[in-house]
T-cell receptor
């Protein structure tokens, strides 16, 4: 997807190993998000960032940490991967935050996804 | 929190108009309603967004009644390539985790 890239796109790892997924954007958007998608659960928000070094938890943040040292990069880290973290991870970006002054300001643009398998 | 409810699945045929309704009874005053489309192995992509009444773009129309407790995505003359999962998202940007996706509606278009 234009302006947002995720790496790696596919990764297989073993239980207990650390894993870092990277999201890189070239849109200079303020907000960045990490979602996971699992069958039967749809998209669930893990963490999000509203600026450099400003992050907050989503609904499924346990076992994950994030960092944002630059506007363009948002890292998702699994300190010790577990099989329950096998999933497809999507990064998203949006232009601005609340209050929404105009339509379109909070539209999400998603990356292509990172498929993680924890054995 | 603006939780949404959509039908799990819908079937249609090529050339028909498809209407997908999303319920969001506790929508807040500042909340916009946004619809996304997701194909297999891809991230969701924006379709349309609205606040009230009707919004139309080159892809779809969005109908929102006066009480804003529901919204209807209308896809005119669907084709096989419209087979996808459609998500209704209600909320301002993250504020106490308001940006939640529901399970979506899986639309299957048949020839």
């Amino acid at each position: 997807d234009a302006g947002i890239t995720q790496s790696p796109r596919h990764k297989v790892t073993e239980t207990g190993t650390p894993v870092t997924l990277r999201c890189h954007q070239t849109e200079n958007h303020r907000y960045m998000y990490w979602y996971r998608q699992d069958p039967g659960h749809g998209l669930r928000l893990i963490h999000y960032s509203y600026g450099v070094k400003d992050t907050d938890k989503g609904e499924v943040s346990d076992g994950y940490s994030v960092s944002r040292s630059k506007t363009e990069d948002f890292l998702l880290t699994l300190e010790s991967a577990t099989s329950s973290q096998t999933s497809v991870y999507f990064c998203a970006i949006s232009k601005s935050g609340p209050p929404v002054q105009s339509s379109g300001a909070n539209v999400l643009t998603f990356g292509a996804g990172s498929r993680l398998t924890v054995l | 929190l603006a939780k949404t409810t959509q039908p799990i699945s819908m079937d249609s045929y090529e050339g028909q108009e498809v209407n997908i309704t999303c319920s969001h009874n506790n929508i807040a005053t500042n909340d916009y309603i946004t619809w996304y489309q997701q194909f297999p192995s891809q991230g969701p992509r924006f379709i349309i967004q609205g606040y009230k009444t009707k919004v139309t773009n080159e892809v779809a129309s969005l109908f929102i009644p006066a009480d804003r407790k529901s919204s209807t995505l209308s896809l005119p003359r669907v084709s096989l390539s419209d087979t996808a999962v459609y998500y209704c998202l209600v909320g301002d940007l993250p504020d106490n985790n308001d940006m939640r996706f529901g399970a979506g509606t899986r639309l299957t278009v048949k020839p």
